[in-house]
T-cell receptor
Framework: EAGVAQSPRYKIIEKRQSVAFWCNPISGHATLYWYQQILGQGPKLLIQ????????DSQLPKDRFSAERLKGVDSTLKIQPAKLEDSAVYLC???????????FGNGTRLTVT | QQQVKQSPQSLIVQKGGISIINCAYENTAFDYFPWYQQFPGKGPALLIAIRPDVSEKKEGRFTISFNKSAKQFSLHIMDSQPGDSATYFC?????????????FGTGTQLKVEL
């Protein structure tokens, strides 16, 4: 089966600019997650969707981050405006259901200068 | 209370040796403990996972040992190979809560030398 697809692979922006990341989960996977992985650290959950509804966004900095999953398939994560500390790899993961193992994409590496 | 502490930060093992990575948690509600392997430029990939009702799980050269009373679990890689050189993350979640929201450890960079 095809894995979780993410684009772009790399993005460099200046602080205060906006950026968007795209994720296409594994076909049939109802649950989708966005994680932030800062260099040298483990991934940290930002938001979890079940189909097109948000299950948990308690760790999403909502003043600058937003995410949506229209039609319960693809998802986009947006940052506006970006800060230096947002430099990280943004990982998308999907699972068959809320209690199933996660499958991660290869991430988008964001550098904010 | 949601933290998962992982050690060591880095590890060098000779080919054929045993690699051991340890994790400790505080939240007794955690009911799922996976280990992920991550190569540079790639996303984490599930290696092996355990539930707290068993003390050990083995898959090939990879074994998880789980100590519920001590709130600790560890990954053992037997006959370590250069291809095992990667970053390993332990994680924990409360699956029964209706979402596999993983809390990750800080990672262990493993290097297997010839």
């Amino acid at each position: 089966e095809a894995g979780v697809a993410q684009s772009p692979r790399y993005k460099i922006i200046e602080k205060r600019q906006s950026v968007a990341f795209w994720c296409n989960p594994i076909s049939g996977h109802a649950t989708l997650y966005w994680y932030q992985q800062i260099l040298g650290q483990g991934p940290k959950l930002l938001i979890q969707f079940q189909n097109n509804g948000v299950v948990d966004d308690s760790q999403l900095p909502k003043d600058r981050f937003s995410a949506e999953r229209l039609k319960g398939v693809d998802s986009t994560l947006k940052i506006q405006p970006a800060k230096l500390e947002d430099s990280a790899v943004y990982l998308c993961a999907s699972s068959l259901g809320p209690n199933s193992p996660l499958h991660f994409g290869n991430g988008t590496r964001l550098t904010v200068t | 209370q949601q933290q998962v502490k992982q050690s060591p930060q880095s590890l060098i093992v000779q080919k054929g040796g045993i690699s051991i990575i340890n994790c400790a948690y505080e939240n007794t509600a955690f009911d799922y403990f996976p280990w992920y392997q991550q190569f540079p430029g790639k996303g984490p990939a599930l290696l092996i996972a355990i539930r707290p009702d068993v003390s050990e799980k083995k898959e090939g050269r990879f074994t998880i040992s789980f100590n519920k009373s001590a709130k600790q679990f560890s990954l053992h890689i037997m006959d370590s190979q250069p291809g095992d050189s990667a970053t390993y993350f332990c994680a924990a979640s409360i699956v029964a809560g209706g979402g596999n929201k993983l809390t990750f450890g800080t990672g262990t960079q493993l290097k297997v030398e010839l």
